[in-house]
């Protein structure tokens, strides 16, 4: 199956400062990329479909200016938590989708990034 | 609009026996089902999909699902679970196009030994 890579693992940050994970297709070309939020023991919550080459979409209730995303290439998306607060604090998972392969109709996720804010 | 029910946060289940884990959904049109498995502090993991064809659909390590048009219900199924398949395990729906899966709200099995 195709692969998607997403960095760094874990993070630690002081709050008011700003952390940036990135996702990362690294078999197949992602023109959308999906961004989750996670709480423990919980489902995962569609932050935003970021789209290569235009703004991303927010879900309602997503503070696009606290939740920056960036998807300039076809295997990069990037998802910059700015002003971090400690109620920011949760696990991130990005996912992506091979559009040009028909017969693969799976998303493939990331392994997650686990955010800590101090 | 789609939506996926998974009725139990929690299934125990002693090693060797078989298991289940239920989904049903809602979805306008032909669905395409998953099923995905997240180990602690890790991505999801792709078990298996349901297209079209065949209602039993095998996935990997030794995973089944069986769609059920009528009960709209693809429940996740292993003959002998082991210590291992212990985890989280996410139903998921959508409809053909480039759309976003919705989840169900996650199954915690837990294999005893």
């Known amino acids: 199956g195709a692969v998607v890579s997403q960095h760094p693992s874990w993070v630690i940050c002081k709050s008011g400062t700003s952390v940036k994970i990135e996702c990362r297709s690294l078999?197949?070309?992602?023109?959308?990329m999906f961004w989750y939020r996670q709480f423990p023991k919980q489902s995962l919550m569609l932050m935003a479909t970021s789209n290569e080459g235009s703004k991303a979409t927010y879900e309602q209730g997503v503070e696009k200016d606290k939740f920056l995303i960036n998807h300039a290439s076809l295997t990069l998306s990037t998802l910059t938590v700015t002003s971090a607060h400690p109620e920011d604090s949760s696990f991130y998972i990005c996912s992506a989708r091979d559009l040009l392969r028909a017969n693969i109709i799976e998303a493939f996720f990331g392994q997650g990034t686990r955010l800590t804010v101090v | 609009a789609q939506s996926v029910a998974q009725p139990e946060d929690q299934v125990n289940v002693a090693e060797g026996n078989p298991l289940t884990v239920k989904c049903t959904y809602s979805v306008s049109g032909n669905p395409y089902l998953f099923w995905y498995v997240q180990y602690p502090n890790r991505g999801l993991q792709f078990l298996l999909k349901y297209i079209t064809g065949d209602n039993l659909v095998k996935g990997s390590y030794g995973f089944e699902a069986e769609f059920n048009k009528s009960q709209t219900s693809f429940h996740l199924k292993k003959p002998s679970a082991l210590v291992s398949d212990s985890a989280l395990y996410f139903c998921a729906v959508r409809v053909p196009g480039p759309r976003q899966l919705t989840f169900g709200s996650g199954t915690q099995l837990t294999v005893l030994p």
């Open positions: 078999d197949f070309q992602a023109t959308t």
